[in-house]
Each structure stands twice: as C-alpha cells, then as structure tokens.
C-alpha cells in the first residue's frame, strides 16, 4: 500500500505564496505520474497540475497557469505545488494522487493513490 502524504497547507492572504508538499512512502515513486487536485466546498475534484515520471511532462489547470508551478525530487520521493499571487477562489482541500503509470494525465480514475488532504485557504 502506497501512503502520500502531504503538508504546507495554510491560512494566508491575497497575493501571497505557498509551497506544498507530498511524500510518498514506495521506493519506486520515479516511475509515476504524479499531480495534485482540489476540492471546494460543494464542487468537484479538479486536477490543478499534474507531472509525468522525470518530469518529461506537465500539465496545469488554465486557472492556475502562470501561478502555480508543480515539481518532483525523485530522489527524496516528493512531489511539490508551489503556489503564488494567490487568489479566495484557490481555498480548497488539495490533495496529492499518485497514478498507476508513467504518461501524465488529468482523470482522477488515472490516479489509484491519494493523500489525505492538506487545507488552503485564502483570505481576501
């Protein structure tokens, strides 16, 4: 069993940057795409950013292209979001999701793994 777990989820302002990340526990994490997605109140799951094995390939919601950057260190086996010029409707759960192959995709059915969520939430 494949655990992912993710951090740097905060309160923080307009504007403003954070950084997530997610560990996966599994040796053999450079061989998967990974992404993050979130989830609003009352909305469903959108994938924001997602990234192929060595990082061939990404992918990034059009929301969020231009201000969130996502990254993977194979060899300390995690995967980031980095987050800036943050805006209220980024507040959302998001959640890291590791896939069952290497090609990048945005489908959460592509994805068997999933963190259990680390909150974002952007004050006006």
């Known amino acids: 069993q494949v655990q992912l777990v993710e951090s740097g989820g905060r309160l923080v302002q307009a504007g403003g940057s954070l950084r997530l990340s997610c560990v996966a526990s599994?040796?053999?994490?450079?061989?998967?795409?990974m992404a993050w997605f979130r989830q609003a109140p009352g909305k469903g799951r959108e994938c924001v950013a997602a990234?192929?094995?060595?990082?061939?390939?990404?992918k990034s919601a059009d929301s969020v292209k231009g201000r969130f950057t996502i990254s993977r260190d194979d060899s300390k086996n995690t995967v980031y979001l980095q987050m800036n010029a943050l805006k209220p409707e980024d507040t959302a759960v998001y959640y890291c999701?590791?896939?069952?192959?290497?090609?990048?995709?945005?489908?959460?059915?592509?994805?068997?793994?999933w963190g259990q969520g680390t909150q974002v939430t952007v004050s006006s």
């Open positions: 999701a590791r896939a069952g192959w290497r090609a990048v995709s945005v489908r959460p059915p592509a994805y068997f793994y």
């Open positions: 599994e040796r053999t994490f450079g061989i998967y795409s």
């Open positions: 990234i192929s094995s060595r990082s061939g390939s990404i």
